[in-house]
């Protein structure tokens, strides 16, 4: 990607603090590779987008619960770290409300030519004279370090005291309603960020360092676009393969520990030969001979019916009943829940009251069989 469009110039981000920190040589591994996305991360970004212009009209209704969780649970947060009394002479920057990328430049070495550029985006930052809070939002369910272990919002508190001059407390806290209501406000003092900010320094000099080694692990290569191109990511998750295989007796006969094993290193290697299966499917969209003696098959074709309203009038035009068209017909509650509520305007506790009266009597629950997971894990 070149520095025209991206908006990091190149440099380091907060937003990959933590992954930079497991792994040095991830930053530069990723120079020039394109972006990648997918549906979790569009549906996050219509939720971010509607917080920084407070306008959810676009939203879905899955997406505006969230949205409101967030920003009850934000008003929650300022009251409790500004003080209810003092919450309403608060003055709040949104990202596109006077908001702006906020940088910082580190010399290579001290009094050095070469200076390395760093930077954040703050979801919303409220501040007072003298003291400000952070706002981070997290609106997809999954596991997200806690303000108190937050590099990229020790980050963000870095930058944000420098760019405002904010001489007392910077409190910092993840928003994150599918996690927990109550989050846990993590408080830097001007001393912590003088701290932070030598470790963050460290951290953006080793990241531009064409000697730093590469660390895979899980966490940091999650989202690292070098993956495919990475060594150390291939040797790490292609090991976990063989590693499942040479358990040398039958399942049945496995101690338990090699049951805890195998179900401990199983996902990353079902990723892995997941993740490098599409890259080898994506190579023959190319190229017919990327892997000889295979080739792409078209999948199949998959007809729904888009005007069910027409439909229905067609099969009475035939002499058919509608208890007989009803019984071509399954209703999806995510989509009845979207349609009850664009018929009554109701959300929350007041659409699920309405929704359970509705289907009161006329549903049947099935439970699906159980599925393996790490003890704690929901």
């Known amino acids: 990607m070149s520095n025209q469009t991206d908006e990091r110039r190149g440099g380091t981000s907060a937003s990959n603090a933590q992954a930079d920190s497991l792994c040095p040589g991830r930053h530069l591994a990723q120079r020039g590779l394109p972006e990648t996305s997918n549906g979790d991360a569009s549906y996050g970004t219509r939720i971010h987008a509607a917080l920084s212009t407070q306008d959810p009209s676009n939203l879905t209704l899955e997406e505006r619960e969230t949205y409101d969780a967030c920003l009850a649970i934000e008003a929650e947060q300022v009251k409790k770290f500004f003080g209810a009394e003092f919450a309403k002479d608060v003055k709040t920057i949104r990202e596109n409300g006077g908001e702006t990328r906020r940088w910082v430049k580190v010399p290579a070495v001290a009094g050095g030519p070469i200076v390395f550029e760093h930077s954040c985006q703050c979801d919303v930052v409220h501040r007072t004279v003298q003291r400000a809070l952070i706002v981070e939002y997290k609106t997809l369910a999954g596991d997200v370090p806690v303000s108190s272990k937050n ?48 470790e963050m320094f460290d951290r953006i000099r080793a990241s531009n360092n064409p000697k730093s080694l590469r660390v895979a692990g899980e966490d940091q290569c999650k989202y690292c676009r070098a993956k495919f191109h990475c060594l150390e990511y291939q040797q790490w998750a292609s090991a976990m393969v063989p590693a499942l295989a040479r358990l040398e007796v039958p399942a049945a006969q496995w101690t338990a520990e090699q049951r805890s094993i195998f179900l401990s290193r199983a996902p990353i290697a079902e990723k892995w030969l997941e993740e490098t299966k599409a890259a080898i499917k994506a190579g023959l969209l190319q190229d017919p001979n990327f ?15 888009k005007d069910p309203q027409e439909c229905f009038n067609r099969f009475l035009g035939l002499g058919g009943k509608p208890e007989q068209f009803m ?11 979207e349609a009850v509520h664009v018929a009554t305007d109701k959300k929350g506790k007041a659409l699920d009251k309405v929704i359970e009266d509705m289907l009161q009597g006329i549903t049947e629950r099935k439970q699906n069989s ?3 997971v790490k003890v704690g894990d929901k």
Do not use: H
Not at 156 to 166: E, K, N, P
């Open 370 to 372: 159980p599925s393996i």
């Open 327 to 337: 019984q071509a017909v399954k209703v999806g509650k995510t989509a009845l829940k």
């Open 291 to 305: 892997a000889p003696g295979f080739t792409l098959k078209a999948g199949n074709t998959i007809e729904t019916v």
């Open 151 to 198: 590099l990229q919002l020790r980050d963000q508190q870095c930058l944000v005291r420098g760019s405002l001059l904010i001489q007392g407390d910077i409190g910092v806290v993840v928003v994150q309603p599918f996690v927990t209501r109550n989050p846990d406000i993590c408080v830097y003092t001007a001393e912590d960020t003088m701290q932070a900010t030598l």
